[in-house]
């Protein structure tokens, strides 16, 4: 059995098998073809954070493939009206799968591990792999072959670009990092990114316009993540100089734009370049249902 906690656990040629599962489903699905591949099969969604397109892709994906998705928000204190290893062991009576969406990646590593189904990453402090997994499907539908291709991220160095450096790294996509450099990733993060794929080498600058120079697609995300809020006013001032506006676009003319979204517009992007000739954030978001049952279909079929 496997779990989907982190793209780094994943090989080069698994994330091929979730996206080429993806990609034929997607093709299905547009000519009208919802076929019950695992009728009756439920899926646990639990969330300690709020979600549009995590909840919803997941539920309309298992829905999809015949089955059905449960919402377990807040009232099932997950992490805090039992231990983890009860939650884990009681869920895996009942469900055929587990998403999570946690504060704290160790909480889905302890689930995992006690869990007798598999459990999947919905987002953490620490990574994103769904986003990632639905991101390359997008640059790939938009792009044709990605290998070389060149993803430059501008903003904070969060869950989500760690997602993108593992799945660019084991993808031989070229990746570009500018970060101011007090919330660059940790020296120990960067060894991990190192690890992940040798060879490959992330690209890291304090200058967006040097990481957009050539590249492919331009990425942001929030420079305030879910749980830290409190360091809003701090952050809002240091990413500052790391807005997404047209001027930072003009420097990639070629270059698609994409956010995991949500986004705070004025912030991390302009309204200007969200509605841009470049911007491709509704196809990317759309195509988290689309790789996301991939994943659903790669992880039933390894039990
Ligand atoms: N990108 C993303 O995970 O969106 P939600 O927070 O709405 O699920
Ligand atoms: N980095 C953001 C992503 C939201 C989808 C967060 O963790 O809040």
């Known amino acids: 059995m496997r779990h989907l906690l982190t793209l780094k656990d994943l090989s080069p040629l698994e994330i091929e098998e979730i996206l080429a ?4 489903l997607k093709e299905r699905y547009r000519r009208g073809i919802r076929e019950p591949l695992y009728p009756g099969y439920v899926m646990g969604m639990i969330f300690e954070k709020q979600s549009l397109r995590t909840r919803v892709s997941f539920e309309a994906g298992m829905t999809h493939l015949g089955g059905s998705a449960i919402f377990l928000a807040e009232e099932v204190g997950f992490g805090k009206r039992e231990p983890i290893c009860d939650f884990a062991r009681v869920l895996g009576e009942m469900v055929d799968l ?3 969406r946690a504060k704290h990646h160790e909480d889905v590593v302890e689930f995992a591990h006690w869990s007798p189904i598999p459990v999947i990453n919905g987002l953490t402090d620490f990574c994103h792999p769904c986003q990632a997994l639905a991101d390359i499907f997008t640059m790939r539908e938009l792009l044709g072959d990605t290998q070389g291709r060149k993803l430059a991220w501008v903003g904070d160095a969060n869950n989500v670009a760690l997602s ?10 070229e990746m570009s990092l500018a970060v101011p450099k007090e919330y660059q990733f940790s020296d120990e993060t960067l060894q991990l990114i190192a690890e992940n ?10 200058d967006p316009v040097e990481a957009v120079t050539g590249a492919d697609v331009v990425y942001t995300d929030v420079w305030v993540s879910m749980g830290q809020e409190e360091e809003k006013a701090k952050r809002e001032k ?5 807005q997404v506006n047209a001027a930072l676009m003009a420097h990639c ?12 517009r004025g912030l991390e992007v302009t309204d200007e370049v969200m509605q841009g000739k470049q911007s491709v954030i509704v196809q990317e978001a759309g195509n988290r249902m689309h ?6 279909v790669w992880l039933l079929r390894q039990r």
Not at 21 to 24: H, I, V
Not at 197 to 206: A, D, H, N, Y
């Open 21 to 24: 599962t993806g990609r034929e």
């Open 98 to 100: 587990v998403m999570i």
């Open 164 to 173: 993108l450096a593992f799945i660019c790294g084991k993808l031989g996509i």
């Open 197 to 206: 794929q040798p060879g490959w080498k992330l690209r890291v600058t304090q």
């Open 238 to 242: 240091a990413f500052a100089p790391y």
């Open 253 to 264: 003319p070629q270059a698609y734009f994409m956010h995991c979204l949500p986004a705070r």
């Open 291 to 296: 790789a996301q049952k991939g994943a659903i």
